[in-house]
């Protein structure tokens, strides 16, 4: 095929292509060829358009004969969600090849993929919790949805959603929020609300500098190392019951702080802790109350309504 003809062949592929695409078309020229194609000459006839906002890139393929590959730019989706179920994990997690739970918070990305008929859909949460720990407030979470094929220009999304689960502040933002959500996750902090049981009072500082060797429970997939973590005790409740002390205590703590080790020491690889020899604490319930987060105002392009189904 000569150049004419390919250009006409890739004009009526636009025209009939039954996905939806774009305004903003982008094309790629590539392949051996026959020779008788000059791609720089063919792709400067297409146009060009902007690689910087949502686009469809249309890939011409030469090679004795062409071949044509229509794809739209991914849709990233930014949201918080809210867990208040104590028998959810976060993303799938498998123990011994049967799951931890039947529930996992990102189960509803795959209504994403199929609402947009897109290849895939990533789930980027800015940290984690475990999976018997509630996040209050909100966790920042971003959605990259691959090769989106329908609903490009939607505003309404309806979701089925588990109980005890929520999500909140959806919005289509730019693709810069990605980094956003991966810095977020190693920097911001969080503040909890531990309830714990302990023999003897306890004697609560307002600061700790705390060396936290890898958790136990965790090392069998993570390196064993030795990391500084700042806590701050906000405030706490005393309640006494059965000859057992038992704390409602809020506190504040650097990105990637086990405050379940904090509580009852991991056999000393966490000190200081809330335990002693003479007074070993025990953690009950965790919440997490609230993750900073930083405004994404500047990145947000379309606000989407949600309807939840239960």
């Given at each position: 095929?000569?150049?004419?003809?390919?250009?006409?062949a890739v004009k009526d592929?636009?025209?009939?292509?039954?996905?939806?695409?774009?305004?903003?078309?982008?094309?790629?020229?590539?392949?051996?060829?026959?020779?008788?194609?000059?791609?720089?000459?063919?792709?400067?006839?297409?146009?060009?358009?902007?690689?910087?906002?949502?686009?469809?890139?249309?890939?011409?393929?030469?090679?004795?004969?062409?071949?044509?590959?229509?794809?739209?730019?991914?849709?990233?989706?930014?949201?918080?969600?809210?867990?208040?179920?104590?028998?959810?994990?976060?993303?799938?997690?498998?123990?011994?090849?049967?799951?931890?739970?039947?529930?996992?918070?990102?189960?509803?990305?795959?209504?994403?993929?199929?609402?947009?008929?897109?290849?895939?859909?990533?789930?980027?949460?800015?940290?984690?919790?475990?999976?018997?720990?509630?996040?209050?407030?909100?966790?920042?979470?971003?959605?990259?949805?691959?090769?989106?094929?329908?609903?490009?220009?939607?505003?309404?999304?309806?979701?089925?959603?588990?109980?005890?689960?929520?999500?909140?502040?959806?919005?289509?933002?730019?693709?810069?929020?990605?980094?956003?959500?991966?810095?977020?996750?190693?920097?911001?902090?969080?503040?909890?609300?531990?309830?714990?049981?302990?023999?003897?009072?306890?004697?609560?500082?307002?600061?700790?500098?705390v060396r936290q060797r890898?958790?136990?429970?965790?090392?069998?997939?993570?390196?064993?190392?030795?990391?500084?973590?700042?806590?701050?005790?906000?405030?706490?409740?005393?309640?006494?019951?059965?000859?057992?002390?038992?704390?409602?205590?809020?506190?504040?703590?650097?990105?990637?702080?086990?405050?379940?080790?904090?509580?009852?020491?991991?056999?000393?690889?966490?000190?200081?802790?809330?335990?002693?020899?003479?007074?070993?604490?025990?953690?009950?319930?965790?919440?997490?109350?609230?993750?900073?987060?930083?405004?994404i105002e500047d990145l947000?392009?379309?606000?989407?309504?949600?309807?939840?189904?239960?």
């Open positions: 095929m000569d150049e004419e003809q390919i250009f006409r592929m636009v025209v009939r292509h039954q996905g939806e695409m774009h305004e903003n078309k982008v094309y790629s020229v590539s392949g051996g060829g026959t020779g008788e194609v000059d791609k720089v000459a063919l792709k400067r006839r297409f146009g060009q358009g902007d690689w910087s906002i949502p686009y469809t890139e249309i890939m011409v393929r030469v090679q004795d004969g062409v071949e044509i590959v229509v794809q739209n730019s991914p849709m990233y989706i930014y949201g918080e969600y809210i867990k208040m179920d104590r028998n959810m994990t976060q993303t799938p997690l498998t123990v011994g090849g049967r799951l931890k739970c039947n529930r996992s918070v990102s189960d509803f990305k795959i209504q994403i993929k199929e609402f947009f008929s897109a290849d895939d859909v990533v789930f980027i949460p800015a940290g984690r919790e475990d999976f018997d720990v509630r996040m209050v407030e909100g966790r920042p979470f971003l959605l990259t949805v691959k090769n989106p094929r329908r609903n490009l220009g939607f505003e309404r999304l309806r979701l089925t959603l588990y109980g005890g689960l929520d999500i909140k502040n959806l919005c289509v933002v730019r693709k810069e929020c990605k980094d956003m959500i991966f810095k977020g996750e190693g920097q911001s902090s969080k503040i909890y609300s531990a309830f714990l049981c302990c023999r003897r009072p306890l004697i609560l500082q307002k600061n700790y500098e890898t958790p136990l429970r965790v090392l069998h997939r993570r390196a064993n190392l030795t990391r500084i973590k700042e806590v701050c005790i906000l405030g706490h409740e005393k309640m006494e019951a059965d000859g057992w002390i038992y704390y409602r205590v809020v506190l504040e703590a650097s990105a990637g702080t086990y405050i379940k080790e904090f509580v009852h020491g991991d056999l000393g690889r966490t000190t200081p802790s809330l335990s002693s020899k003479e007074n070993y604490c025990d953690l009950l319930e965790l919440d997490v109350l609230r993750v900073k987060k930083r405004s947000v392009t379309r606000r989407i309504e949600l309807e939840v189904d239960r």
